[in-house]
């Protein structure tokens, strides 16, 4: 049964720091593109950050740049998301996501392949 399941979230302060995970079973991430998503109360599911099956080509959303760093271990079908200086407004639930090709943009629509989401909180 093909499955994503995210961990990492949890509760910290402003400035902290949390690193999301993304594992596959079921699935060979090495295969696909993967992106991470959020949703916060109220507004639409929003992508954050993608990554080719490879590695070689990332993309961020220009509220994260520079703040968030995406990566993969294929070897352990995980795919990261370290989130740095976080903000209360990074408060949501992250989703990650596979896509059918190799290749990832920040695209609802191009991922087929979705997890259960974990909740983000960022508050003093």
């Known amino acids: 049964q093909l499955q994503l399941v995210e961990s990492g979230g949890g509760l910290v302060q402003p400035g902290g720091s949390l690193r999301l995970s993304c594992a596959a079973s079921?699935?060979?991430?090495?295969?696909?593109?993967i992106g991470w998503f959020r949703q916060a109360p109220g507004k639409e599911r929003e992508g954050v950050s993608c990554i080719s099956s490879s590695g070689d080509s990332t993309n961020y959303a220009d509220s994260v740049k520079g703040r968030f760093t995406i990566s993969r271990d294929n070897g352990k079908n995980t795919v990261y998301l370290q989130m740095s200086s976080l903000k209360p407004e990074d408060t949501a639930v992250y989703y990650c996501?596979?896509?059918?090709?190799?290749?990832?943009?920040?695209?609802?629509?191009?991922?087929?392949?979705w997890g259960q989401g974990t909740q983000v909180t960022v508050s003093s």
């Open positions: 079921g699935l060979t991430l090495r295969n696909h593109g």
């Open positions: 996501a596979a896509a059918a090709a190799p290749w990832a943009n920040m695209r609802k629509s191009f991922y087929g392949y």
